[in-house]
């Protein structure tokens, strides 16, 4: 009984009694880079008071990502420099459950995430729903397609209650302090 039912698997695996959900790779590539450059447009535009000084500047250099189906590519990483105190806004990724995107930012002494996210979401527990049907009736689902969600980049605030604050001067502030312990 055991085989014939890894068989099956086996054979689902294969394509054989899958159903084909086509997704361009492509696009959800371009997507991520265009949100992510985004991202770095609106935290330039946050600290310009401070770049225009000359007391904050940004460097950008080219990583290489590599995603399961995507494949690799090459994203860009912002540096920032705060006299001689440089954090890292370090693309992670765009094939994550519950977000579409993440970058972790890095200073000395810390780590921070801003995911892309439902501009509605409230918390990572927001992001992820589980349902399931008796009889072998599935409920409907609760939340809106994919194809119609607003995203929006937004940072995740420390553990124990983990929540998501949206991008603004004052968090930015907050962040860059958390991560560089000022």
Same mark, same amino acid.
């Given at each position: 009984?055991?085989?014939?039912?890894?068989?099956?698997? *086996? $054979?689902?695996?294969?394509?054989?009694?899958?159903?084909? +959900?086509?997704?361009?790779? @492509?696009?959800? &590539?371009?997507?991520?880079?265009?949100? !992510? #450059?985004? =991202?770095?447009?609106?935290?330039?535009?946050?600290? $310009?008071?401070?770049?225009?000084?000359?007391?904050?500047?940004?460097?950008?250099? @080219?990583?290489?990502?590599?995603?399961?189906?995507?494949?690799?590519?090459?994203?860009?990483?912002?540096? !920032?420099?705060?006299?001689?105190?440089?954090?890292? =806004?370090?693309?992670?990724?765009?094939?994550?459950?519950?977000? #579409?995107?993440? +970058?972790?930012?890095?200073?000395? =002494?810390?780590?921070?995430?801003?995911? !892309?996210?439902? &501009?509605?979401?409230?918390?990572?527990?927001? !992001?992820?729903? *589980?349902?399931?049907?008796?009889?072998? #009736? *599935?409920?409907?689902?609760?939340?809106?397609?994919? @194809?119609?969600?607003?995203?929006?980049? $937004?940072?995740?605030? &420390?553990?124990?209650?983990?929540?998501?604050?949206? *991008?603004?001067?004052?968090?930015?502030?907050?962040?860059?302090?958390?991560?560089?312990?000022?």
């Amino acid at each position: 009984m055991q085989q014939e039912e890894f068989d099956e698997f *086996v $054979k689902r695996q294969q394509g054989g009694a899958t159903l084909a +959900v086509s997704v361009d790779w @492509n696009k959800e &590539r371009d997507e991520w880079l265009g949100h !992510l #450059k985004s =991202l770095y447009s609106k935290i330039e535009s946050l600290l $310009k008071k401070y770049t225009s000084a000359g007391q904050i500047r940004f460097e950008y250099r @080219n990583v290489e990502l590599t995603e399961e189906q995507i494949g690799s590519y090459s994203a860009t990483q912002m540096n !920032l420099w705060i006299g001689r105190q440089e954090v890292l =806004l370090m693309p992670i990724g765009t094939l994550l459950v519950g977000a #579409k995107g993440r +970058v972790d930012v890095i200073g000395p =002494l810390g780590r921070a995430e801003i995911l !892309l996210v439902d &501009r509605l979401a409230s918390s990572p527990g927001s !992001l992820i729903h *589980v349902s399931f049907g008796v009889g072998g #009736k *599935v409920p409907p689902a609760p939340r809106k397609a994919a @194809n119609t969600v607003s995203w929006e980049w $937004k940072i995740v605030t &420390r553990p124990p209650e983990r929540r998501f604050v949206e *991008v603004t001067q004052q968090s930015i502030f907050q962040l860059i302090m958390e991560v560089t312990n000022g």
